[in-house]
């Protein structure tokens, strides 16, 4: 499984933006990578699916929620992900955790510890 180093996040306004990072390293990390992204969790809810990339960035896959607000990019040479988040809205408040899914399958997959996104007035 990979090792998952996120970075980004913290504490914005309404309409503000902040940027996520995710570099993947270790065993699997490129070879095995199937999709590389962030799910989102808040208070109270299941975690879900924010956005997502496959391995050679050339398809996306975005949450109605944040589409045209988020943008999601992968940089094969340092095996990261970033996830540009604009026009924040409260409702965007959670912890963001970012996962690599594994062409071996689920048991593969690889999860992030989570970085926190809050935004208030």
């Known amino acids: 499984q990979a090792q998952l180093a996120e970075s980004g996040g913290g504490l914005v306004q309404p309409g503000g933006s902040l940027r996520l990072s995710c570099k993947a390293s270790?065993?699997?990390?490129?070879?095995?990578?199937?999709?590389l992204g962030w799910y989102r969790q808040a208070p109270g809810k299941q975690r879900e699916l924010v956005a997502n990339?496959?391995?050679?960035?050339?398809?996306?896959n975005y949450a109605d929620s944040v589409k045209g607000r988020f943008t999601i990019s992968r940089d094969r040479a340092t095996n990261t992900v970033t996830l540009q988040m604009n026009s924040l809205k409260p409702e965007d408040t959670g912890v963001y955790y970012c996962?690599?899914?594994?062409?071996?399958?689920?048991?593969?997959?690889?999860w992030g510890q989570g970085t926190q996104v809050t935004v208030s007035s």
């Open positions: 996962k690599q899914e594994s062409l071996l399958g689920p048991q593969y997959d690889s």
């Open positions: 270790g065993r699997g990390s490129t070879l095995l990578m199937k999709t």
């Open positions: 990339i496959t391995d050679r960035g050339d398809i996306t």
